[in-house]
């Protein structure tokens, strides 16, 4: 069982990614998932989060207006649509699952975490 990200790559300021966060060898359905962002030498930032159903989000504040998490459960994925890119915005994104959330329905610790990728916003 795993989670596998995709949709990473280098786009130029103004820019537009989707993200995925696929499980396999499990049913996501039941997780709370977060995307997560680091760049080297820095601690982890958490992005933002997505309960169960979908009917609950979080975002931190330097992505509000311009990230879009939402899910797909019968495809056993979450997505991460990344609007208005900026250079700040360049990180190595990972997804988690958890099955119990902390505030703002994000994971608890993580009882899955993807492999991550990279995104490079150029200026």
């Known amino acids: 069982a795993r989670l596998v990200e995709s949709g990473g790559g280098l786009v130029q300021a103004g820019g537009s990614l989707r993200l995925s966060c696929a499980a396999s060898?499990?049913?996501?359905?039941?997780?709370?998932v977060g995307w997560y962002r680091q760049v080297s030498g820095k601690e982890r930032e958490r992005v933002s989060c997505i309960s169960s159903k979908g009917d609950h989000t979080y975002y931190v504040d330097s992505v509000k207006g311009r990230f879009t998490i939402s899910r797909d459960n019968a495809q056993n994925t979450v997505y991460l649509q990344m609007n208005n890119l900026k250079p700040e915005d360049t990180a190595v994104y990972y997804c988690?699952?958890?099955?119990?959330?902390?505030?703002?329905?994000?994971?608890?610790?993580?009882?899955?975490w993807g492999q991550g990728t990279l995104v490079t916003v150029s200026s």
């Open positions: 060898g499990f049913s996501l359905d039941r997780y709370v």
């Open positions: 988690a699952a958890d099955l119990w959330y902390r505030d703002n329905y994000c994971p608890s610790s993580g009882d899955y």
